[in-house]
């Protein structure tokens, strides 16, 4: 985690003022469309399960004109409505804060592809889609989703639209925002704006669908998304490659840029403890090299049809290393060894999450200043906190750092949660520093919002207000994330 939560508001309200008002809400939608008393718990807490709070009810639509209808009842009933997709987020985003006020509005219901156009390279897909199986049935089609995360088998397309999602091929496909055409969302009043266009090219004034993509839920549900589609890679080449030292492996992104230009898909580092933690998670993960080399980097190349991506990577190999900018290194000879080299880079995380509670951080600072950011950092941090580990780890090609802290075993809670408010600050002073982002890829939601609004300026602020004053004047949509904006009521 980031930070430390505060203690849900609210939670003295009695229970069955609670449940009178969820009978409200079945008299309104329909005992279909609403869950109350148990079955709310699994809603209310966050992916790694570090906070658990509640909801006076879950609204489960089929429908975008149900989503319609369900914030109507709830405005009409002076609740709140917090929006939630796959419920993989990092920041509390999608976590309701006040037990007694709130309702859960999960789209998991609303999965259908309206529309997948071939010849247009386009899809329509509705905002509960889980990732993973839209991205297989556009593969069914021949076609190529490029958003890839760790989560993706189970977070929802309206929640990448909404954090405006990162992951592993942003230096060549951008965030989710470079991804989406058009949006239909349902708005605080239980309007409906309808922007699925597909077009690529449509300069009529302001592009209002931006202002919901990273919004967070905070203007509106967002129910449907267009979405572009690309040609499907049928070659990808892979390779696992060791450094002396970080900054070579920065060296080496500058000339694969310019080698490899854009079939350049994935170009990540990590520490040797990664290889440490992937086979915690993972103990039968066969060591593809030595552990032993201060950095590494699993990079990646991908194109099709007349393209042959084996023989650039080898070249591209080849002249580096005979340069000896790389040390060591593998590349995948199937497809079967690439998905386990990718599989330290995602193991790496489950084996952080066994160790208990942690600081996970999701930075940005300039491409050219990773190294120099990751060596001060680590180094503040282990002269603040000299028995916490520091793993340091991301994608070099958009200067995004998850730069994480491990307390010691055998901690208690307050001990661990001491350690990681102490590490954030330290971390926090270091990157403002540098000119960088507190949050490169997971948004703000409720977790990262103390640090955000220290950070805000007046005039960003003051458009930040205005915005939402003008979309959600009752304050109705997931309060408390991203801001607390004054002249807002709710």
Same mark, same amino acid.
């Given at each position: 985690?980031?930070?430390?939560?505060?203690?849900?508001?609210?939670?003295?309200?009695?229970?069955?003022?609670?449940?009178?008002?969820?009978?409200?809400?079945?008299?309104?939608?329909?005992?279909?469309?609403?869950?109350?008393?148990?079955?709310?718990?699994?809603?209310?807490?966050?992916?790694?399960?570090?906070? $658990?709070?509640?909801?006076?009810?879950?609204?489960?639509?089929?429908?975008?004109?149900?989503?319609? #209808?369900?914030?109507?009842?709830?405005?009409?009933?002076?609740? !709140?409505?917090?929006?939630?997709?796959?419920?993989?987020?990092?920041? =509390?985003?999608?976590?309701?804060?006040?037990?007694?006020?709130?309702?859960?509005?999960?789209?998991?219901?609303?999965?259908?592809?309206?529309?997948?156009?071939?010849?247009?390279?386009?899809?329509?897909?509705?905002?509960?889609?889980? =990732?993973?199986?839209?991205?297989?049935?556009?593969?069914?089609?021949?076609?190529?989703?490029?958003?890839?995360?760790?989560?993706?088998? !189970?977070?929802?397309?309206?929640?990448?639209?909404?954090?405006?999602?990162?992951?592993?091929?942003?230096?060549?496909?951008?965030?989710?925002?470079?991804?989406?055409?058009?949006? $239909?969302?349902?708005?605080?009043?239980?309007?409906?704006?309808?922007?699925?266009?597909?077009?690529?090219?449509?300069?009529?004034?302001?592009?209002?669908?931006?202002?919901?993509?990273?919004?967070?839920?905070?203007?509106?549900?967002?129910?449907?998304?267009?979405?572009?589609?690309?040609?499907?890679?049928?070659?990808?080449?892979?390779?696992?490659?060791?450094?002396?030292?970080?900054?070579?492996?920065?060296? %080496?992104?500058?000339?694969?840029?310019?080698?490899?230009?854009?079939?350049?898909?994935?170009?990540?580092?990590?520490?040797?403890?990664?290889?440490?933690?992937?086979?915690?998670?993972?103990?039968? %993960?066969?060591?593809?090299?030595?552990?032993?080399?201060?950095?590494?980097?699993?990079?990646?190349?991908?194109?099709?049809?007349?393209?042959?991506?084996?023989?650039?990577? !080898?070249?591209?190999?080849?002249?580096?290393?005979?340069?000896? =900018?790389?040390?060591?290194?593998?590349?995948?000879?199937?497809?079967?060894?690439?998905?386990?080299?990718?599989?330290?880079?995602?193991?790496?995380?489950?084996? #952080?999450?066994?160790?208990?509670?942690?600081?996970?951080?999701?930075?940005?600072?300039?491409?050219?200043?990773?190294?120099?950011?990751?060596?001060?950092?680590?180094?503040?941090?282990?002269?603040?906190?000299?028995?916490?580990?520091?793993?340091?780890?991301?994608?070099?090609?958009?200067?995004?750092?998850?730069?994480?802290?491990?307390?010691?075993?055998?901690?208690?809670?307050?001990?661990?949660?001491?350690?990681?408010?102490?590490?954030?600050?330290?971390?926090?002073?270091?990157?403002?520093?540098?000119?960088?982002?507190?949050?490169?890829?997971?948004?703000?939601?409720? %977790?990262?919002?103390?640090?955000?609004?220290?950070?805000?300026?007046?005039?960003?602020? #003051?458009? =930040?207000?205005?915005?939402?004053?003008?979309?959600?004047?009752?304050?109705?949509?997931?309060?408390?994330?991203?801001?607390?904006?004054?002249?807002?009521?709710?």
């Amino acid at each position: 985690m980031t930070d430390v939560m505060e203690h849900p508001q609210g939670t003295d309200q009695p229970e069955a003022a609670c449940a009178a008002v969820a009978a409200r809400l079945v008299d309104a939608l329909g005992a279909d469309m609403v869950l109350t008393g148990t079955d709310v718990a699994r809603y209310c807490r966050d992916w790694h399960g570090d906070v $658990e709070t509640g909801a006076v009810a879950v609204l489960r639509p089929r429908s975008t004109q149900d989503v319609a #209808q369900a914030v109507k009842a709830v405005a009409a009933l002076g609740l !709140s409505l917090v929006p939630q997709g796959g419920n993989t987020g990092l920041v =509390l985003g999608a976590t309701p804060d006040d037990p007694a006020g709130q309702v859960v509005l999960s789209l998991e219901r609303m999965t259908a592809i309206r529309r997948l156009d071939a010849d247009d390279f386009s899809a329509v897909v509705e905002a509960g889609a889980v =990732l993973s199986e839209f991205k297989d049935k556009v593969a069914e089609a021949g076609l190529f989703f490029p958003l890839a995360l760790g989560a993706q088998g !189970s977070c929802r397309i309206g929640g990448n639209v909404s954090t405006n999602a990162g992951g592993i091929n942003v230096l060549r496909y951008g965030m989710t925002r470079e991804l989406v055409l058009g949006l $239909e969302v349902v708005l605080p009043d239980g309007s409906i704006f309808d922007g699925l266009s597909a077009l690529r090219k449509d300069n009529r004034g302001i592009d209002l669908k931006q202002l919901f993509i990273g919004a967070e839920g905070t203007l509106g549900v967002v129910t449907a998304v267009a979405v572009k589609l690309l040609p499907q890679p049928d070659q990808v080449a892979t390779a696992l490659l060791g450094f002396n030292a970080l900054e070579d492996a920065i060296r %080496l992104y500058r000339r694969a840029r310019r080698d490899c230009c854009d079939l350049m898909s994935a170009f990540e580092f990590m520490p040797p403890l990664a290889f440490t933690l992937a086979q915690e998670a993972i103990p039968d %993960l066969p060591m593809p090299m030595a552990a032993d080399y201060p950095a590494y980097v699993l990079m990646e190349i991908s194109g099709s049809r007349l393209v042959d991506v084996d023989d650039l990577m !080898s070249r591209f190999l080849e002249g580096v290393m005979a340069d000896g =900018l790389v040390v060591d290194g593998v590349v995948a000879a199937s497809q079967a060894q690439a998905r386990t080299l990718w599989l330290f880079r995602e193991g790496m995380n489950e084996g #952080q999450a066994k160790r208990g509670r942690h600081l996970r951080t999701d930075v940005s600072v300039p491409l050219s200043r990773v190294p120099d950011f990751v060596r001060e950092a680590e180094a503040a941090i282990h002269a603040a906190l000299p028995d916490c580990t520091c793993v340091s780890y991301g994608h070099v090609g958009d200067g995004n750092v998850h730069l994480n802290v491990l307390p010691p075993a055998g901690l208690t809670r307050q001990e661990a949660d001491a350690r990681i408010y102490q590490a954030k600050t330290v971390l926090n002073a270091v990157l403002d520093g540098f000119g960088g982002s507190i949050s490169a890829e997971h948004g703000i939601g409720r %977790l990262k919002k103390p640090d955000f609004e220290a950070r805000l300026q007046p005039v960003k602020r #003051q458009l =930040l207000t205005s915005i939402k004053a003008a979309i959600d004047p009752q304050g109705i949509m997931n309060p408390g994330c991203q801001l607390n904006l004054s002249g807002v009521s709710g």
